[in-house]
């Protein structure tokens, strides 16, 4: 089960990291049409942000929150515990032997 439990979170966290990679690139491609659309100005520009708020957005949003999900459960299987402290010895400096 533990194997099992271990290829799942692989298989998921490259998903994850492909999935992520998409909504952000596909963040920064919207960031490029409010550029385009500041340049061309007029009705033009107010039709480009709109699709671009209305349609592009949600989706990026949904595909990141699903990705998060997924790289959650990853990290579950896999038995890791991410921002957590660890308890770690300190080192003396060779002064303070």
Do not use: H, R, W
């Amino acid at each position: 089960m533990k194997e099992f439990c271990k290829k799942l979170s692989n298989a998921l966290k490259t998903i994850f990291g492909y999935g992520i990679m998409v909504a952000l690139f596909a963040g920064g491609l919207t960031f490029f049409g409010y550029v385009v659309a500041l340049f061309i100005g007029g009705d033009v520009a107010t039709a480009i942000c709109t699709v671009i708020y209305k349609n592009i957005i949600p989706v990026i949003i949904y595909l990141a929150v699903v990705m998060v999900l997924l790289g959650l459960v990853a990290m579950y299987l896999a038995g890791e515990k991410a921002l957590t402290p660890e308890k770690k010895q300190a080192q003396k400096n060779k002064s303070e032997v």
